[in-house]
Every structure is written in C-alpha cells, then in structure tokens.
C-alpha cells in the first residue's frame, strides 16, 4: 500500500483536486464506461452509479450501470435502459473502460463479474469499504479522519476513504472537486445513497410513515458526512426529502405478504442451549423466501429490523431476556448466508471463535463490524446447510 505522509492535511474528507482530475481525464477519455455495483445492490451503490451515470453522459460518454438487484426493491424512479443486470451482462463480447462503485473486494461480486473486471481495459474505482483486494499496489486508502494527509498531486486508480459513512458521499466530493454543478436528480440519489447507509447504521433513523429524517448525536458529529448532508438538502424539496425518508424506510411500505413474513419471525426463533443465542433458520428451499424475492433490500430490512428488536428484547419475551447475539440463515443467490446483530460489540470475536469449528471443505467467510456483520458458505444443499447453522450455533459455549 503507497500512503504518502507529506504534504496537505484534510478533515472533511474533500478529494485532492488532482485525485479528482485524473478520475475526469480517464473517464472521459474512454469510449464507453462500464459502472459496476456489487451483489445484491444496495441503495448505496446503486445511487453512487445513477449519479456518475449522469454526470458521464453529460460528458457525452457512453455508460452503462450492471447490478444485481431488483430494480423495484432498489426504490429506483426511472427504469433506465442502460441498468444492465448480472445475469444478462456477456462479459465475452465486452471490453470497455469498468469503474467499480462502493466495493473494493473480489467477493463482493459473481466471479464472472471478476473476471470481466480484470480484463477491462482500464479499471477505475471509489469506495468506502475496508479490504481492498481488487487492485494490486496503485490506490489510494483513507482510514483515518483525524489528521489525515495526503499528497496534493498523488493520484491512483482505486480511491477507498473508509472513514466515509456511504460511496455516494464521495461521489458528491467528486463532483464538488471538479466544481461540477449538482443536479437536482444528482442531488437526489447521492442523498438516498447517504441515507440508506446512514440509516442502516443507525447514524439516522427515517421515518417513512411521516416522512421525516431524525439524525442522530454522531451524524451531527460527523462533519464530513454532515457537510454533505447539508449541501444536498439545499438542492432538495420538503416533498423529495419526505419521498427519500419513504424510500429507505422500506419497513413502512410493506406489501401485506412482506408484513405476514415480518410478523412471523419472531414465532420462528430458537434458542441455543444456554440461550444466548436466538435464530431464525430459513432453509435453501423455502418457498415463502423465494417468492419475496430472496435476498434484497426489502427482506434485508426485515431481517435487520427483526434481529435489532431481539438484541433489543423489543418483544418483551422473557425468553430473550439473555440472548446477546440474533442470527438469521438464508438463502442468498448462490450462497447460503448468515447475518447477525450483537451486543456488547462481540461479533467479530464470535466469528474468530466459530471460524475454526465451523469450517469445512466449503468455502466460508464470516465478517463485518463488530455489532453487524454476516458471512456466507457456497452451498445450497440442504444437509449442507443446516450442518452449518448447527456448527454455528454450537458455538454458543462463547457466550458461557
Ligand atoms: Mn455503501
């Protein structure tokens, strides 16, 4: 990794002019730009992709946005022709310029997606994860935001700022660097994109049933990410932020089936013997799963609201009472998947103690913060599957 010590100091998390520049040059001197999101498309990534899609073709390039995601459950206004999804993408025939938004991780997408990002052309990315392992050497990585430096006039390929709380907030700094004037439909995804990561990580909490936005003590804090917040609105209407609210607070547009699902998964949970742990198990095979859909942000959200109110005890069962770690198992394309909400900030620990009794000769990876996270094994068969929930849970002895 090439971090340089020297030369400006930056808080607010504004991208080097040059980094910015160079991001323009390249683009713009491609033909056509391919922007890829990663598997099971967030609001993040997606919007991060519709406003450099804007901005691309303002330039008068050709771009094109591949995701994997329901266009539907991404709240996307317009059904833009050029969105193209994974499973209809022929990397064979292609060969263009690929910007990667808001992952930086081999595993983030289907290794025929990998490979085309390989082989592109040119290979472009702005992210704000941790773990880049798409690119060797050349990029840029920000993890800090105290006191940070960066060389004014180094510039790389593949821009990763952690410390940023959503991709779609460098994709503003992008913009603002270039001195760009921010459409108001720019406007509006990069704030969807800020708010949907935002509230996913209970930095905001929008309210869908009235529309309102309620930010939390560390949002405010955050100045690099409150800055934006507050540029993006001026360029906003009360009717679009109230729409926004509705938009990521997916739990207040249920359809009557999302609702019966929600309802039921707390009837659904079992406990591990020291009853530590609850879970709910839903088979590679399960019918009510796939025809919500699988895994998107809907069932996602469910899911996440779900394991937070038993962390929680929102249910107010004293049964739940001890439970410090909520899973649930699911299947997720090609994979089966975890993901899990803990107190006490315990996850990765558990993960590290559950990695080395729960391996097998399948792949598995197990990881996030240390209060949310998830991991995968790529299997969909069935024995296969609940042998990995029981492995997991019987690890619960962590907890004793
Ligand atoms: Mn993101």
């Not at 010590?5 to 991208?15: C, E, F, H, W």
């Not at 309102?212 to 360029?235: A, G």
């Not at 909400?341 to 993960?351: E, I, P, R």
């Amino acid at each position: 990794m090439k971090i340089s010590t020297s030369a400006i100091s930056y808080r607010a998390n504004k991208m080097p002019y040059p980094q910015a520049k160079y991001f323009k040059d390249k683009l713009t001197s491609s033909k056509n730009v391919d922007i890829i999101c990663h598997e099971l498309t967030d609001k993040d990534a997606a919007n991060s992709a519709l406003a450099m899609d804007e901005y691309l073709k303002n330039q008068g390039i050709n771009s094109r946005i591949i995701l994997s995601q329901d266009l539907k459950a991404l709240g996307l206004k317009i059904n833009n022709s050029n969105i193209v999804q994974f499973e209809d993408f022929n990397p064979q025939k292609e060969k263009n310029t690929v910007l990667c938004v808001d992952f930086c991780a081999s595993d983030r997408v289907p290794s025929k997606i990998y490979d085309y990002i390989k082989k592109a052309d040119k290979l472009y990315g702005i992210d704000h994860h941790k773990g880049i392992d798409i690119v060797d050497g050349n990029y840029t990585y920000i993890n800090s935001t105290i006191n940070e430096t960066l060389p004014l006039e180094s510039v790389s390929s593949y821009y990763v700022d952690t410390t940023a709380k959503s991709a779609s907030a460098i994709i503003y700094r992008f913009l603002e660097a270039l001195g760009e004037d921010i459409s108001n439909s720019q406007a509006y995804a990069i704030f969807s994109g800020l708010m949907s990561d935002c509230n996913k990580k209970g930095l905001v909490r929008c309210d869908g049933e009235n529309g309102v936005i309620e930010l939390k003590k560390e949002f405010v804090e955050d100045k690099n990410t409150y800055e934006i917040y507050q540029k993006l609105r001026e360029k906003l209407t009360v009717k679009q932020m109230k729409e926004i609210a509705k938009s990521v607070d997916l739990i207040s547009n249920l359809t009557p089936e999302e609702k019966k699902f929600k309802d039921s998964l707390k009837d659904r949970i079992v406990l591990s013997p020291n009853k530590k742990i609850a879970y709910v198990e839903i088979t590679p095979d399960d019918k009510e799963w796939e025809d919500l859909g699988s895994d998107n942000p809907i069932t996602s959200t469910i899911l996440n609201r779900f394991r937070m109110d038993v962390i929680n005890n929102k249910f107010q069962d004293e049964k739940l009472k001890d439970v410090v770690l909520a899973l649930v198992f699911y299947k997720a394309g090609e994979n089966y998947r975890i993901s899990a909400h803990a107190k006490d900030n315990s996850l990765l620990k558990f993960f590290d103690y559950a990695k080395t009794k729960t391996t097998n000769s399948i792949h598995q990876s197990l990881g996030g913060h240390s209060e949310r996270g998830g991991g995968k094994i790529a299997s969909l068969d069935k024995d296969t599957c609940h042998k990995w929930v029981l492995d997991i849970i019987s690890c619960s002895d962590f907890y004793d």
